[in-house]
């Protein structure tokens, strides 16, 4: 996974990542070198002693990056300024082994906002993954969910994973279909 794009990095703190493709979560010494081969959407894989670790946006100081800002809403913002708020933010999550992000990729089935009296917000989102068995499924998913309670006024997120219908890559974007290569 290491490429002459890679750049190389030392961990100053103890870090918990999660490793890729198994979910598994675990913590990165202080001291530990990679290698960042992706950076997008707010997070970072690194590449360490032949294996992928996703290190979150919130702990990037552990990589020496600035951590990731929450979003925010312009003041007297529309409900469709937040539903653009809310396809931006899931435009944040990536695959961490595919460099498209989930919206792209045609991960999202379904996203809906609705509002109570009080004026907060609960979110409902069906999404799939490119793989069934895959490993990072719970990961992407908590992604998902915490991306979208960062927007202001959504108070629940609920993200529900579904293989019917099954992901394939004529569910890509166009973009995405590009950048992979999958015509």
Not at 11 to 34: H, K, L, Y
Not at 57 to 83: F, S
Not at 150 to 163: A, G, M, R
Request: charged content about 25%; overall charge negative; hydrophobic content about 40%.
């Amino acid at each position: 996974m290491f490429t002459h794009t890679s750049q190389p990095c030392t961990f100053e703190r103890d870090c918990e990542v999660v490793m890729i493709p198994a979910g598994d979560e675990v913590t990165i010494p202080a001291g530990t070198v990679g290698y960042i081969t992706q950076a997008l959407g707010g997070s970072f894989t690194v590449f360490i002693d032949g294996n992928l670790f996703r290190i979150a946006g919130v702990d990037a100081d552990a990589i020496g990056k600035e951590p990731v800002m929450p979003p925010r809403l312009p003041e007297n913002a529309t409900e469709e300024d937040v539903e653009k708020l809310l396809w931006d933010q899931m435009k944040t999550v990536y695959d961490p082994e595919i460099p498209v992000n989930i919206v792209d990729l045609g991960l999202v089935y379904r996203c809906e906002m609705r509002s109570d009296e009080s004026g907060s917000r609960t979110v409902d989102v069906d999404m799939t993954l490119t793989a069934p068995g895959c490993g990072m499924g719970d990961i992407l998913v908590d992604d998902v969910r915490s991306k979208l309670e960062l927007v202001p006024t959504v108070d629940k997120v609920n993200v529900e994973l579904t293989f019917d219908p099954p992901w394939n890559h004529n569910m890509m974007s166009e973009v995405a279909r590009l950048e992979t290569g999958m015509f």
